[in-house]
């Protein structure tokens, strides 16, 4: 028997292409159609797995996954949402199921996009897994971004560095300093490489019974670390752009996971950078833990936190309580906030 050759990379993201063109047109021509009350089933649970336009797949109890519709009374429903859903008695039937509601969220990450406003990702969030990497490059500026954003939804986030069997004298110092100021805080760091192996069990562990979800920018490594994580999952990885640095975006839908060891994975779309213009100032400061301790102290009640006098911040910082980098990083944050907020103002199209 002649064995088959495994696909490549082009041939990868043609079929993934492909498949999504042809779930787009089954959308449109599905929207047309209406199902009776009296062709549906009674009313059970089940879990959003990913939502396509105007559908979702909905994974019920049994584990069965359909593709529903959904009741117009519904405002909101993401990758993770816990729904009410009524499927259709006639499994030949081209629409599946109607999901009829969506319980309450215990959590939500929103994602704040220049074109839409702030955007619901996935719902239901146990623990945020901020994935960093040796290349393309290391940098504590994303990491905080991140975790601002983590801080702010208050959903427990984790710091993972990809890559680390890339790590050398050269760089392995500055990193390690790095990642150490970060558990000096209290956030847990995990050093992991989907290629040799390292860490992986120990993240494994972590990712036991709890919904996780990945975030970080393109290029770190995710979709690697899921298919280290979940063989069976087979997600497409992107090579680095030899012109830019930067990865290639390789997931296009949020979709929601499982470990056969319990614990599920919403696998979100990647984005370079995690924008944060939907803030306010003195919530972006709050998300820096350390500084709690130091908000309100300052002379004045207008404090920048910059050469104001008596600033309760810049003295901690210069008494070495809290990191030079992160002080730096929460100014370049406030500096891009209102960067941000202009050219969405001026995006054309955006108001109408």
């Given at each position: 028997?002649?064995?088959?050759?495994?696909?490549?990379?082009?041939?990868?993201?043609?079929?993934?292409?492909?498949?999504?063109?042809?779930?787009?047109?089954?959308?449109?021509?599905?929207?047309?159609?209406?199902?009776?009350?009296?062709?549906?089933?009674?009313?059970?649970?089940?879990?959003?797995?990913?939502?396509?336009?105007?559908?979702?797949?909905?994974?019920?109890?049994?584990?069965?996954?359909?593709?529903?519709?959904?009741?117009?009374?519904?405002?909101?429903?993401?990758?993770?949402?816990?729904?009410?859903?009524?499927?259709?008695?006639?499994?030949?039937?081209?629409?599946?199921?109607?999901?009829?509601?969506?319980?309450?969220?215990?959590?939500?990450?929103?994602?704040?996009?220049?074109?839409?406003?702030?955007?619901?990702?996935?719902?239901?969030?146990?623990?945020?897994?901020?994935?960093?990497?040796?290349?393309?490059?290391?940098?504590?500026?994303?990491?905080?971004?991140y975790l601002v954003a983590s801080e702010d939804t208050e959903i427990p986030p984790v710091i993972v560095l990809n890559k680390v069997d890339l790590l050398d004298d050269t760089n392995r110092r500055?990193?390690?300093?790095?990642?150490?100021?970060?558990?000096?805080?209290?956030?847990?760091?995990?050093?992991?490489?989907?290629?040799?192996?390292?860490?992986?069990?120990?993240?494994?562990?972590?990712?036991?019974?709890?919904?996780?979800?990945?975030?970080?920018?393109?290029?770190?490594?995710?979709?690697?670390?899921?298919?280290?994580?979940?063989?069976?999952?087979?997600?497409?990885?992107?090579?680095?752009?030899?012109?830019?640095?930067?990865?290639?975006?390789?997931?296009?839908?949020?979709?929601?996971?499982?470990?056969?060891?319990?614990?599920?994975?919403?696998?979100?779309?990647?984005?370079?950078?995690?924008?944060?213009?939907?803030?306010?100032?003195?919530?972006?400061?709050?998300?820096?833990?350390?500084?709690?301790?130091?908000?309100?102290?300052?002379?004045?009640?207008?404090?920048?936190?910059?050469?104001?006098?008596?600033?309760?911040?810049?003295?901690?910082?210069?008494?070495?309580?809290?990191?030079?980098?992160?002080?730096?990083?929460?100014?370049?944050?406030?500096?891009?906030?209102?960067?941000?907020?202009?050219?969405?103002?001026?995006?054309?199209?955006?108001d109408d």
């Amino acid at each position: 028997m002649t064995k088959k050759k495994p696909l490549n990379r082009g041939q990868l993201r043609r079929m993934r292409a492909n498949h999504e063109k042809r779930l787009q047109k089954a959308d449109q021509q599905n929207q047309s159609l209406d199902i009776q009350d009296s062709s549906l089933g009674p009313e059970q649970p089940g879990t959003v797995i990913s939502r396509f336009g105007q559908h979702a797949d909905i994974e019920t109890q049994d584990g069965q996954v359909t593709r529903c519709n959904m009741r117009r009374t519904i405002g909101s429903l993401v990758c993770g949402d816990k729904v009410v859903v009524r499927l259709n008695k006639d499994i030949q039937a081209a629409i599946g199921g109607v999901v009829e509601a969506v319980h309450p969220r215990t959590s939500s990450l929103s994602r704040p996009d220049l074109y839409d406003g702030v955007k619901i990702i996935a719902a239901n969030i146990d623990q945020i897994l901020i994935v960093s990497s040796v290349l393309p490059s290391f940098t504590t500026q994303i990491i905080d971004r991140y975790l601002v954003a983590s801080e702010d939804t208050e959903i427990p986030p984790v710091i993972v560095l990809n890559k680390v069997d890339l790590l050398d004298d050269t760089n392995r110092r500055e990193i390690e300093a790095a990642l150490q100021r970060y558990r000096d805080i209290g956030y847990p760091v995990y050093l992991v490489s989907s290629r040799s192996g390292e860490g992986i069990a120990e993240l494994k562990e972590l990712l036991k019974d709890k919904t996780s979800v990945f975030a970080g920018q393109s290029g770190v490594g995710k979709s690697s670390l899921i298919n280290a994580l979940m063989p069976d999952a087979q997600l497409l990885t992107g090579a680095i752009s030899d012109v830019s640095g930067l990865g290639q975006h390789t997931t296009t839908t949020a979709k929601l996971l499982h470990f056969a060891s319990g614990g599920d994975l919403i696998d979100s779309p990647g984005v370079r950078e995690f924008a944060l213009w939907h803030l306010p100032a003195d919530r972006v400061g709050w998300c820096f833990v350390e500084f709690r301790d130091y908000l309100g102290g300052c002379k004045f009640r207008d404090c920048k936190h910059g050469d104001d006098p008596g600033c309760a911040l810049r003295e901690a910082v210069e008494a070495g309580k809290i990191a030079k980098d992160r002080f730096q990083n929460y100014h370049r944050i406030i500096a891009s906030l209102d960067e941000q907020r202009h050219a969405r103002h001026f995006r054309p199209g955006l108001d109408d």
